[in-house]
């Protein structure tokens, strides 16, 4: 069984979270480290709200800014895995930062 509340980088393997196998080569993606999001739709830091987080390493290159990024992470498998999950456990699901208190 799956687990519903993994993180991004566990999910798509990326290895860019601190101690991950692709740091030496291509840095820490900002997302795990992200610690003002720890919580948000169940993840670890930011990692399940990477959509909005900037200058993440997704795809060998840094997406830009919220706006910039948002239609290509919501083509994502991970981001529709987490509207899924958060939908079938009805939980509140945050999309935007806007909705962060
Ligand atoms: S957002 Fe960052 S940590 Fe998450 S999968 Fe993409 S590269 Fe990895």
Known sequence: ???PKQN????LGCGRE???INTDSLGVCPVPTTYNCDGVNGGTNAGRFCW???GTLCG???QGIYAQKATNCMRCPFYLQVV??????????ILSPKQLK
């Open 8 to 11: 991004c980088w566990e999910v």
């Open 18 to 20: 601190p101690g991950g």
């Open 52 to 54: 909005a987080i900037a």
């Open 84 to 93: 899924q999950e958060t939908y079938e456990s009805r939980e509140t699901l």
């Open 60 to 62: 060998g290159v840094v």
């Open 1 to 3: 069984m799956s687990n």
